[in-house]
């Protein structure tokens, strides 16, 4: 299941998943996600639908495992990240880093995560919910832990969580146009001084 980050699936299969993730967000662009039709998406991926039903078997199903793969590596790249590490600033800037990644070098499957969490299934939304708290509370330790240390200065932690996530994913935007010139960890480090330096001049 492409949902789950760490899967045994063949690269090959993964990156088809990928591209269709890809594709089947173009088409909500196109014509909604209620109008999109399982026939409609495998003319455009340019396959026969019953290869494409190999790979998912519905629409919600495409949806679910967008907004699933992404939460689950992005909570993953955090996870990875951290281990060694204890810098707070450090460690949002990775963060920062992960989201734009695949902002970069997904931006269809990544703007459907933006765009459509209100179409998921009742079941499916509560499922994402609890990978979005999760995340959620991992990058508010980092920056509690980031207080508690004194690296950071003593702010309202949940407003510096909502405006840290706001400025990564808002990023969806605007940034897949400039990932050419300006790669995700150049970027990211950009975008987390806005919130590490702050805009006042001392």
């Known amino acids: 299941m492409m949902g789950k980050a760490k899967t045994t699936m063949t690269?090959?299969?993964s990156e088809k998943r990928l591209k269709i993730f890809d594709h089947c967000a173009d088409l909500?662009?196109?014509?909604?996600?209620?109008k999109m039709t399982m026939q409609m998406l495998a003319d455009e991926a340019g396959m026969g639908k019953p290869t494409l039903y190999h790979y998912f078997p519905s629409k919600a199903a495409i949806?679910?495992?967008?907004?699933?793969?992404?939460m689950e590596l992005l909570t993953e790249d955090i996870e990875d990240t951290s281990h060694g590490c204890t810098d707070a600033a450090s460690l949002l800037i990775r963060a920062c880093t992960?989201?734009?990644?695949?902002?970069?070098?997904?931006?269809?499957?990544?703007?459907a995560f933006m765009d459509h969490y209100g179409d998921l299934q009742?079941?499916?939304?509560?499922?994402?919910?609890?990978?979005r708290d999760k995340y959620l509370k991992r990058i508010r330790k980092i920056i509690t832990d980031g207080m508690?240390?004194?690296a950071?200065?003593?702010?309202d932690p949940d407003i510096t969580v909502f405006t840290f996530l706001g400025i990564c994913n808002w990023a969806y935007k605007w940034y897949p146009r400039m990932a050419s010139e300006?790669?995700?960890?150049?970027?990211?480090?950009?975008?987390?001084?806005?919130i590490l330096d702050g805009l006042v001049a001392r």
């Open 122 to 131: 009742d079941e499916h939304r509560g499922q994402i919910r609890k990978l």
């Open 11 to 13: 690269p090959e299969h």
């Open 182 to 194: 300006c790669p995700p960890p150049e970027m990211a480090e950009k975008l987390c001084r806005v």
């Open 63 to 70: 949806l679910f495992e967008m907004h699933q793969t992404h």
């Open 28 to 34: 909500f662009d196109k014509v909604g996600y209620y």
């Open 152 to 155: 950071f200065r003593d702010n």
């Open 148 to 150: 508690s240390s004194g």
């Open 98 to 111: 992960s989201t734009l990644r695949q902002i970069a070098e997904h931006p269809g499957y990544v703007r």
